[in-house]
């Protein structure tokens, strides 16, 4: 299996980074991971007859034939140890493969999303390091490698996670106006904790950004409820009442009505 120690991966991903134009992709009706989960589901030993280590190898199989479903489904098995024993060397190999062979795939293919998030995970493994597979931490490498999940794919979290890279001096240094600018292009896909961040910088303002409290209390009406039952529910419902404390009920009342009034155009595709 081919890993990215040469430089080709980093090579597309910087001169996409640099020659990018941000647009804002449309999602797909069914992603090419609902139809990796879905062939995996096929495939199982409850619902198939076909034992664990028969899907393995039927996943092995496609993946060899340079399937990215497969590799990505094999990736992710890796990485959580679900049917395998966990290899995050194994499962990064695999995502990897993905980045490298499909770094130019058309942003609105069926596999997008598998291969944008593959450039994210690769990002990743390089944030932290990989020892066991030869990869060093590798911060520059890690921001491109996401910087080209969300410019080239367009992809709502990697566009999320640029945004909080821009929150951080020891990342991409603090600048509001690029955390905003990314935050909206995930915000207008759905991306709720997108919509929570964006809510928070335009109801508080910053630096070249005045105030909004109307329109910021909006997105993080939105983002709650679009997070709702989720892992980030809790702190963006602190941060929408925590704005809720500080404006009139007319204010309120205003936004309220305008997250009523919008929240369907911004609900994901």
């Not at 996401?146 to 603090?174: C, I, P, S, W």
């Not at 939105?222 to 809790?234: M, Y």
Request: aromatic letters at 8%; a negative charge; hydrophobic letters at 45%.
């Amino acid at each position: 299996m081919r890993t990215i120690r040469d430089h080709s991966l980093i090579s597309v991903a910087m001169a996409a980074s640099l020659a990018f134009t941000a647009t804002i992709m449309p999602a797909h009706a069914q992603t090419a991971a609902d139809a990796a989960l879905g062939m995996a589901n096929m495939l199982d030993g409850a619902g198939g007859g076909v034992s664990g280590d028969d899907l393995l190898s039927a996943l092995e199989n496609a993946a060899e034939a340079g399937q990215p479903m497969a590799m990505w489904q094999l990736g992710t098995m890796y990485e959580n140890g679900e049917g395998v024993a966990k290899d995050p060397a194994r499962a990064f190999g695999y995502f990897a493969q993905i980045a490298n062979e499909h770094a130019d795939a058309a942003p609105k293919g069926v596999e997008a999303d598998i291969v944008a998030q593959s450039f994210v995970k690769v990002g990743d493994y390089y944030k932290q390091g990989l020892p066991d597979a030869g990869i060093p931490v590798d911060a520059e490498r890690s921001h491109a490698l996401l910087l080209h999940a969300a410019t080239y794919f367009g992809d709502a979290d990697a566009q999320y996670r640029v945004g909080l890279l821009y929150m951080q001096e020891k990342e991409l240094g603090v600048n509001p106006l690029q955390s905003a600018r990314w935050f909206s292009l995930a915000a207008r896909k759905g991306h709720c904790p997108a919509q929570a961040r964006l809510g928070g910088l335009l109801f508080n303002g910053v630096p070249g950004i005045e105030a909004q409290p109307i329109e910021g209390l909006m997105w993080l009406n939105v983002a709650a409820l679009r997070c709702a039952g989720t892992a980030d529910a809790a702190w963006i419902v602190d941060m929408r009442n925590q704005a809720l404390s500080h404006v009139s009920p007319e204010i309120s009342e205003e936004a309220t009505a305008l997250a009523d009034s919008v929240a369907p155009q911004f609900a994901g595709f």
